[in-house]
């Protein structure tokens, strides 16, 4: 009997670690503000899928092969990132390691994402990818501009109330708490801009900000 217990306690043990391993490389990650995304990535491209396939990206700890899907990309315009044009990007070959399917079918894409040692992008279901056409003319106007005025300012993501800003320098983010939708009125059309005064503010307008611009000024 205690020979069975026992048998029967290190099967559930290496069962919970290899399900432990499983969920540990499981894709999570808060949604960002279209603004924060720019903000924190080190490309961010306009561009459309000419080509993909699977390519071998070493191996893990334990030997085993590691694979990737390849995206050859035709660079539209480049907002942020290095000087020459993003010709690949690659990402993991399922969503549950965060990996990120694009269509091959001439269709536009905004995509924000990470810049490697070896030079190469790569994205994961945390970065802000949409369909280019889906974004608002607001986002894709302060995609050259307003964006990187306010990556000094930090947004906030309310989801229930209370919620507060913790300093000046913040922009409550309220599109989930009164819509009821990750990307609703805030994520398209405005941007936290940072006043005259280092405090940060929700600004709507097609225009660049005044230095002494008011809350939500729309021009």
């Not at 960002?32 to 390519?55: N, T, Y």
């Not at 994520?187 to 936290?192: P, R, T």
Request: charged share 25%.
């Amino acid at each position: 009997m205690t020979w069975t217990v026992n048998s029967c306690f290190v099967t559930l043990a290496i069962l919970f670690l290899w399900r432990g391993e499983e969920v540990a490389e499981a894709c999570s990650c808060s949604p960002a503000h279209p603004q924060e995304a720019f903000c924190h990535s080190d490309v961010v491209i306009r561009g459309k899928v000419v080509g993909v396939q699977e390519v071998d990206a070493g191996n893990d700890i334990y030997g085993n092969p590691i694979k990737r899907i390849k995206y050859d990309i035709k660079q539209i315009k480049m907002f942020k990132g290095p000087s020459d044009d993003v010709e690949a990007i690659y990402t993991a070959p399922t969503s549950a390691v965060c990996g990120v399917t694009l269509e091959k079918n001439g269709k536009e894409y905004l995509i924000t994402g990470k810049l490697k040692d070896d030079g190469t992008m790569h994205i994961t279901l945390c970065d802000f990818i949409q369909p280019w056409d889906e974004l608002s003319e607001t986002q894709k106007k302060s995609l050259t501009q307003r964006y990187e005025m306010g990556c000094g300012c930090k947004i906030t993501r309310c989801t229930s109330i209370p919620c507060m800003v913790s300093s000046p320098a913040e922009c409550l983010w309220t599109d989930w708490l009164i819509e009821k939708k990750v990307y609703g009125g805030q994520a398209k059309h405005f941007a936290c801009i940072k006043r005259s005064d280092d405090s940060c503010a929700w600004y709507r307008g097609s225009a660049p900000p005044k230095k002494e611009f008011m809350d939500i000024e729309d021009p």
